[in-house]
């Protein structure tokens, strides 16, 4: 049986991907950088990976993912849009990209350490999802 702390990492995991993904569909249209486009299409596509092995864990233990909050996502939609109004260099974008996966891994990095969920499945795919994230940050920093 699924403990409730394992149960607050898989939805932060989860929402974690929704985040990425929402964040990456929303840039990439201002992206005019052949070469930062087709590692950000690479990132959604790996988020989309870990996304699926995430709800297949929760589908597996009778868990339903949260609906992501419309609020938060027409959030991220307007600070996306006002932060690229003036500015859609490459750099740029790979800056804001940069600081949302490192916002990323800070938010899991919490939901791991408040719920005590050392060797569970739910921590090793939050590690996993924090991995990806921080190489996602080192290829991101390569456009800057």
């Not at 870990?50 to 609020?71: A, N």
């Not at 938060?72 to 940069?98: P, R």
């Not at 916002?103 to 090793?124: C, F, P, Q």
């Amino acid at each position: 049986m699924i403990r409730n702390e394992e149960i607050s990492v898989l939805h932060e995991s989860c929402r974690n991907t929704r985040m990425a993904l929402n964040a990456i569909d929303t840039v990439l249209n201002k992206v005019y950088d052949e070469d930062l486009a087709y590692d950000l299409n690479c990132q959604a596509n790996h988020f989309r990976e870990l996304e699926r092995k995430i709800h297949r864990t929760m589908q597996q233990e009778g868990i339903r993912p949260k609906e992501g909050s419309r609020m938060e996502k027409a959030m991220l939609w307007s600070s996306i849009q006002a932060n690229t109004l003036l500015n859609t260099s490459t750099g740029h974008v790979a800056d804001m990209m940069i600081q949302g996966n490192a916002r990323g891994i800070t938010d899991l990095m919490k939901a791991a350490h408040n719920n005590k969920v050392t060797g569970s499945y739910a921590n090793e795919l939050a590690n996993e999802l924090m991995d990806f994230e921080e190489k996602n940050i080192q290829k991101l920093k390569t456009y800057l």
